[in-house]
């Protein structure tokens, strides 16, 4: 009963990234068409911080890059979250100067990759996720 909560944390964190994920696409999409030669455009920092406001800078193809995998995302360095209340729920997998690029584990990874099913994405398409819970 107890670990339920887990469960529920690890979905608050997929979904806050998926939030803040559709307003960096959004962002993208404006840079592109605005000014598609621009080096360094300011995204939203993906931690799990739902109160974060933190700008990170990088390329457009660069962020397109990282969000080509549904379970990747971006923070500024020093936001490289891996536990939230005592679950593991990402990772780091690569550090550049501006930004820090992260992966989702076990249940958040889980959750993203199908919020990001959900938003129509034409990602690679994986087994549905069997339930755990026996
Ligand atoms: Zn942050």
Redesign the pocket.
Known sequence: MVNHDHDLTARRVAQNQATFRAANEEIEAAAQAIAPELPRVPFI???A?TD?T?TVRLSPSEYELIRSDPTRFV??PG?EVCEVDGEHVARVVGREADYTIMEKVGTAGEEARQLDRRAGSDSATRPTVAEQDA
């Open positions: 920092c993906e931690c911080e974060c933190r923070v500024i936001h």
